[in-house]
């Protein structure tokens, strides 16, 4: 379906449904996308409002002749692809989104109250990278976040407690991280991760001292002596924690090391109800 610019262009409408009421004029590019205005009602009380009868979009809806909404401060991409899912087209949603996407499109359904209509289709995306830059593993975060996703938050806090090394001042640069999650979070990172240091120096101290006389005792204690000698409390500032742990966890699947780094994990992860109850941004909130 094409339509007729005022300068008598032709703009080209991406037909995600092809009998849909409404046309979305979305973005600086004015991407134009005609759904139906059901799929959109049933997946968010705000566009239940927006085409409900008491608003003039919902008094003048007709697949003859749809209605033009206007959203000229969202992205683009990010509504196609919520469109895409809530008409039902996932044939059609990209199998692999940046981190920058999954971020636009969680300020999207922040927006617009998609949370529960894009749930399940999240989880994935939602996923912590370990091997991601500073700045994908922050959108993420931040993305968990807006998706009000208690595991995901979870999930990336730890993520970034073991496997990144630098400091979590430097996420403030970025705009959105800064706007969204409260500076405290940071600050109680780097506190939660100073305190897994101190305990893995501790568990390795343990380890040294630990062994029995038997030949597997001793070799165990060796090696745990040999990891202190090459993560001394000073080194392990240069040093992701999950290395540390990957080499302890090889002494043995039965040891110690394992048992306490992994509840040492559960407790270094920040919640997202302590996160809101720092006093989160409500730039995004409605």
């Known amino acids: 379906m ?73 992205d683009a991409d990010a509504m196609r692809t919520i469109c895409y899912i809530v008409h039902h087209r996932n044939d059609l949603v990209s199998q692999y989104l940046t981190a920058k996407d999954v971020l636009q499109i969680a300020i999207e359904v922040d927006k617009y109250d998609l949370k529960i209509a894009l749930k399940y289709a999240s989880v994935e995306w939602l996923k912590p990278r370990v091997n991601g830059k500073r700045e994908e593993m922050g959108h993420l975060l931040v993305a968990a976040f807006l998706f009000d996703n208690a595991d995901a938050f979870m999930a990336h806090t730890i993520t970034l407690i073991l496997h990144y090394n630098g400091s979590y001042l430097e996420f403030l640069g970025d705009d959105f991280t800064s706007q969204i999650i409260p500076s405290r979070v940071f600050s109680l990172l780097e506190e939660r991760r100073t305190r897994f ?22 070799s165990r204690s060796g090696v745990y002596g040999r990891l202190l000698n090459q993560y001394m409390p000073t080194k392990t500032l240069d040093t992701p924690m999950a290395d540390i742990i990957t080499k302890m966890e090889q002494v043995s699947t039965e040891d110690m090391g394992r048992k306490y780094c992994d509840a040492m994990k559960k407790r270094a992860g920040i919640c997202i109800d302590c996160a809101l109850s720092i006093g989160a941004t409500e730039i995004f909130k409605h």
């Open 2 to 74: 094409d339509t007729i610019r005022c300068n008598g262009e032709r703009d080209q409408v991406v037909d995600i449904s092809p009998y849909g009421d409404v046309i979305l004029i979305v973005g600086a590019e004015n991407v134009r996308l005609r759904v139906h205005s059901q799929c959109l009602q049933s997946a968010s009380k705000t566009f239940s409002a927006m085409f409900g009868p008491r608003w003039s979009e919902g008094q003048r809806l007709s697949k003859e002749s749809p209605t033009e909404v206007t959203l000229p401060e969202d």
């Open 197 to 218: 240091r101190a305990e893995l120096c501790d568990l390795l101290i343990r380890g040294k001292k630990g062994g029995c006389h038997c030949g597997w005792g001793k």
